[in-house]
């Protein structure tokens, strides 16, 4: 916290003095040049009558003396006109240096503003709806898509540019598959008025052909936690497992991190963490918190992942590599075992909607 504060305060202190320069600057240029034009003819016409005499070789008393008294005439008179006319600028430029110092102070203002939101300015809003948390989901990870694209477009114009790392990493994964009613409703939407299921799928296909690192971290369930939900339950965590398989063999940025000490599918908090935002999720979307800070969304995400990495030797987060599927298939198989055994009175009674 201190290096990110000792930071700011250099970029803040930089910009002050970029500003005091450009106002020193600007303001030099206009006196100096202001100063010049309304000096370089009285001092022609004066040089002028200084030297005619010995231009035109007079040398008569009296017609030198009239000539230093037309010469002394013409700066009294070029004195008066010139201090009339240096007043009047100077009461302009005063103006002038005024309303660029007002607008430079609003600029550096906006700046200041622009850096304090940017780097300590913290946003968090409490969601409540299962509609909302899918359309934040969609902003968060559109968000940081569009943020790589900037990133990539300035090292493409500069290829000395260091891109700031941009992600998105999934800590267990909350269900927000749309049930058929939700689907139903969204077709009722009016044309051009996109529903929270279609932008949260878009922001879906995008992030996957974006070229983005994702990450996931997820913990399998066991045997016993598998019988233990409802068939619904385990159909849609089926689903969900074989969409898993298919995203890890075709995208190359997918990254699935089996961790034991990380939320299983449909836990009661789970989270989407990017560079810059928190969006934690209760339950299958009944509510949730959307924190919008850099430096929270990255010391979140970087001890998070500590901690996993952290465990036991054993316990430690596995890849699950395109190449092999070991790790996946095995709980695949086992849900479908579990799916399709018979049931008991006994173990009916005991499952719940979990």
């Not at 100096?32 to 001092?43: F, N, Q, S």
């Not at 007079?58 to 017609?63: A, L, P, R």
Request: glycine letters at 4%.
């Amino acid at each position: 916290m201190s290096l990110q504060s000792g930071e700011l305060a250099e970029k803040l202190e930089d910009a002050r003095l970029r500003r005091f320069r450009v106002v020193k600057s600007r303001m030099f240029r206009r006196i100096t040049g202001k100063i010049t034009a309304r000096c370089v003819l009285p001092i022609a016409l004066l040089a002028i009558l200084v030297l005619g005499p010995a231009l035109y070789h007079v040398t008569d008393t009296d017609k030198t003396t009239f000539w230093w008294f037309a010469v002394a005439l013409v700066v009294l008179a070029m004195s008066i006109v010139h201090g009339e006319v240096f007043t009047r600028e100077a009461g302009y430029l005063h103006d002038d240096i005024k309303e660029d110092l007002n607008r430079l102070i609003l600029r550096a203002q906006a700046e200041l503003n622009d850096t304090l939101k940017k780097n300590i300015d913290t946003h968090a809003y409490p969601l409540q709806t299962r509609q909302k948390i899918r359309s934040i989901a969609a902003q968060v990870i559109q968000n940081e898509i569009e943020k790589k694209r900037i990133e990539d477009k300035k090292l493409r114009d500069d290829q000395t540019y260091k891109c700031t790392s941009t992600t998105v990493v999934y800590f267990g994964s909350a269900s927000l598959t749309a049930s058929e009613q939700e689907m139903s409703d969204a077709r009722h939407f009016e044309a051009g008025e996109k529903s929270d299921i279609v932008r949260y799928q878009t922001a879906l296909d995008d992030l996957r052909t974006c070229g983005m690192e994702v990450k996931r971290y997820i913990r399998f369930l066991d045997e016993g936690e598998l019988k233990a939900r409802s068939p619904a339950f385990r159909t849609n965590y089926l689903k969900w497992l074989r969409q898993q398989s298919h995203l890890v063999k075709s995208n190359i940025h997918y990254q699935l991190y089996i961790a034991r000490r990380a939320p299983p599918w449909g836990a009661s908090r789970n989270s989407i963490l990017t560079t810059g935002e928190i969006l934690d999720i209760v339950g299958e979307g009944d509510a949730g918190l959307w924190v919008v800070d850099p430096r929270i969304a990255v010391t979140m995400r970087q001890l998070t992942v500590q901690y996993f990495h952290n465990a036991a030797r054993d316990n430690q987060p596995k890849r699950i590599w395109p190449e092999d599927l070991t790790l996946l298939t095995a709980q695949i198989d086992l849900v479908e075992s579990v799916q399709n055994a018979p049931v008991d009175e006994g173990d009916a009674g005991r499952a719940g909607p979990l």
